[in-house]
Nanobody, 122 residues
Framework: QVQLVESGGGLVQAGGSLRLSCAAS????????MGWFRQAPGKEREFIAA????????SYGDSVKGRFTISRDSAKDTVYLQMNSLKPEDTAVYYC???????????????WGQGTQVTVSS
C-alpha cells in the first residue's frame, strides 16, 4: 500500500513558477512509474508528466513540454514537478500518481494523491 501526498500548490501570476512535491510512503517500489496529472473544472483529466522510478526516463504532455520538468529524489521517496512560465490555462488541481507501468493514461495508475490546487492569474 502506497500513500502519496502532494504539496507546493498555490496562487501565482502568469509567467511565474511553482514547484510541486509528491512524497510517497508505505510499501513503495522502485519499479513504479510516477506521474503528474491535472484536472480543471469542466475538463477531462490531463496527462502532464511521467517518470520511471528505476531508470529516470521521462515523458511530457504536449501542453507543458519545455515549461515543466519532472524529477525524483530517491533518498526522500519524492517526485517533483517544476513548473515554469505558467499560464492561466495551467490552472487546475494537480494530482500525483503511481503505477506499475510507464504510461500517459490515468487509467493505468494505481495510487493517487489528494491533489493540490494551482491557480495562475492573468
Amino acid at each position: 500500500q502506497v500513500q502519496l501526498v502532494e504539496s507546493g500548490g498555490g496562487l501565482v501570476q502568469a509567467g511565474g513558477s511553482l514547484r510541486l512535491s509528491c512524497a510517497a510512503s508505505g510499501r513503495t517500489s522502485s519499479n513504479y512509474a510516477m506521474g503528474w496529472f491535472r484536472q480543471a473544472p469542466g475538463k477531462e483529466r490531463e496527462f502532464i508528466a511521467a517518470i520511471s522510478w528505476s531508470r529516470g526516463s521521462t515523458s511530457y504532455g504536449d501542453s507543458v513540454k519545455g515549461r515543466f520538468t519532472i524529477s525524483r529524489d530517491s533518498a526522500k521517496d519524492t517526485v517533483y514537478l517544476q513548473m515554469n512560465s505558467l499560464k492561466p490555462e495551467d490552472t487546475a488541481v494537480y494530482y500525483c500518481a503511481a503505477g506499475p507501468s510507464y504510461s500517459n493514461s490515468w487509467r493505468f495508475y494505481t495510487y493517487w494523491g489528494q491533489g493540490t490546487q494551482v491557480t495562475v492569474s492573468s
